[in-house]
């Protein structure tokens, strides 16, 4: 069973940069598909990106399209969020899931198996 740390969120004001990474241990890493989801107080957790296992797939929400890139690094366990041009309603709490069945583009929160603790990222303006 994998487990995944997540790291890098803070405090930042809009129109500036943070880079999310997501440890994973316990687990085989190249055989999980990885995403990170997203979820601000009061609202459901929702799909922001996710990579397949070999990284060749790469899906985006419409909100972060252009602005958020997806990468992992299999050497390292890791998969990387570059957030760039951040805006306040970026704000929440962003979660890193893994799942070992999931077709890497799916949306569904209830469909990823493995999550992380979540990390903070507040965009202030």
């Known amino acids: 069973q994998v487990q995944l740390v997540e790291s890098g969120g803070g405090l930042v004001q809009a129109g500036g940069s943070l880079r999310l990474s997501c440890v994973a241990s316990g687990g085989t890493f190249t055989h999980y598909a990885m995403g990170w989801f997203r979820q601000a107080p009061g609202r459901e957790r929702e799909f922001v990106t996710s990579i397949s296992r070999s990284s060749i797939g790469k899906y985006y929400a419409d909100s972060v399209k252009d602005r958020f890139t997806i990468s992992r690094d299999n050497r390292k366990n890791t998969v990387y969020l570059q957030m760039n041009s951040l805006k306040p309603e970026d704000t929440a709490v962003y979660y890193c899931?893994?799942?070992?069945?999931?077709?890497?583009?799916?949306?569904?929160?209830?469909?990823?198996?493995?999550w992380g603790r979540g990390t903070q990222v507040t965009v202030f303006s």
């Open positions: 899931a893994a799942d070992q069945v999931v077709v890497a583009g799916t949306r569904r929160p209830n469909e990823w198996n493995y």
